[in-house]
């Protein structure tokens, strides 16, 4: 009985570690290249956090909401390479909420609702299963140094919490650890994660960027964590795929090295190279 259980056990471990990770969603989940760096989506950083033998497919694409991403087959070419046993995060909610974009526009508590539990039936009909992530937060502080609320975010949020209790599927509520963790940091550590840039910084933005709804690599970092550590707190079946760490979210991303930055030194050195006169 002890060798079956043990079997058993094993298979299902087995299992889970092969399980590969499937992702739909937006800018801020999505892969980038690196004529954007600094800037990366969560998604992006996933693949580091897993155990060997997993693999992660982000699908996650920007300025696409439930509607969008379906409109274009997204969803649809997602679920083909979806095998029994997969997970497939499913996050949406800020391109939802553009009213003047109506290819994109889902009313909050109907239309998006109904594309969520579709999303979270095709999973299980395809036998994955699904996960749901509430969208991150944007950056921004109010002058009382607390962190800015969901606004036109917040039933969206609602409705996905919602949507994962109707269906009984596994939520990852990541809005609600980042405003806690957000708020906690405070606004000058806070920023960090998001794209907000000093001009002449990096090569890709020479201007400089304030953008407090996209993150940068340590935003990327801070998420993914997140992701993970919530899954293992809440002992999710996604929970398994991932290593250990004991490091925090927020202390790994606030420790990631920068190596996008353009160093004084290494522009003092392309100075004098250019003033060098040319050999005869």
Request: charged letters at 30%; proline letters at 5%; glycine letters at 8%.
């Amino acid at each position: 009985m002890k060798k079956l259980l043990a079997a058993v056990f094993a298979s299902a471990v087995f299992s889970l570690a092969a399980a590969d990770i499937h992702m739909a969603g937006d800018s801020t989940m999505m892969t980038y290249r690196g004529n954007a760096a600094p800037q990366q989506g969560w998604g992006q950083r996933m693949q580091e956090l897993v155990k060997d033998g997993v693999t992660v497919k982000n699908r996650s694409i920007g300025g696409r909401s439930t509607k969008s991403f379906k409109a274009e087959k997204r969803w649809e070419n997602l679920l083909k390479e979806v095998k029994k046993g997969d997970f497939v995060i499913i996050q949406f909610g800020h391109n939802d909420g553009t009213k003047d974009k109506p290819e994109r526009y889902t009313d909050p508590r109907t239309e998006y609702k109904e594309n969520m539990k579709g999303f979270v039936e095709d999973v299980r009909k395809a036998g994955g299963i699904p996960v749901i992530a509430t969208s991150i937060p944007f950056g921004i502080y109010l002058e009382n140094g607390s962190l800015k609320p969901a606004g036109f975010l917040d039933p969206y949020l609602k409705s996905a919490r919602e949507v994962a209790a109707e269906t009984k599927c596994d939520l990852v509520d990541l809005y609600a650890y980042a405003d806690k963790e957000l708020n906690a940091a405070g606004e000058k550590k806070g920023t960090l994660l998001y794209l907000v840039l000093k001009p002449g910084d990096y090569p890709n933005y020479p201007e400089g960027k304030s953008d407090r709804c996209h993150i940068c690599f340590r935003g990327a970092l801070f998420y993914a964590k997140a992701f993970a550590l919530l899954a293992k707190q809440n002992k999710l079946p996604i929970a398994e795929v991932f290593k250990e760490s004991d490091v925090s979210p927020m202390d790994a991303a606030l420790k990631e090295k920068d190596i996008y930055i353009v160093k004084k030194d290494e522009v003092k050195q392309d100075a004098a190279k250019d003033k060098q006169p040319e050999a005869k």
